[in-house]
């Protein structure tokens, strides 16, 4: 399974940006999909993320600003973030777990980085 990331850019404080995060691969079952962040000189740390069943979960920063979202069909999440703020400035990076219709366990892969800058 790959995971393909796209949507970050450069926005003015205020703005909205939308990131996707696609999965591709064979034989396999999204059990849930989110991102994560990082900033220069600081740890990782969640965004959100879609649980499988329709549950979420968001960072106390983002909450009522940004919305995750899985298309299931598609493999597909999406990240809407809104009235973004220069300390949401990260590179991105979505994740998903899954698991195998060939074989037994549960797996985890990540996407490349996608940088999300907010200045003026």
């Known amino acids: 399974v790959q995971l393909q990331a796209s949507g970050g850019g450069l926005v003015e404080p205020g703005g909205s940006l939308r990131l996707s995060c696609r999965a591709s691969?064979?034989?396999?079952?999204?059990?849930?999909m989110g991102w994560y962040r990082q900033a220069p000189g600081k740890q990782r740390e969640l965004v959100a993320a879609d649980i499988n069943g329709g549950s979420t979960n968001y960072a106390d920063s983002v909450k009522g600003r940004f919305r995750v979202s899985r298309d299931g069909a598609q493999n597909t999440a999406y990240l809407q973030m809104n009235s973004l703020r220069p300390e949401d400035t990260a590179l991105y990076y979505c994740?998903?777990?899954?698991?195998?219709?060939?074989?037994?366990?549960?797996?985890?892969?990540w996407g490349q980085g996608t940088q999300v800058t907010v200045s003026s």
């Open positions: 691969g064979s034989d396999f079952v999204i059990k849930g």
């Open positions: 994740y998903a777990d899954f698991v195998k219709t060939t074989k037994q366990g549960w797996y985890n892969v």
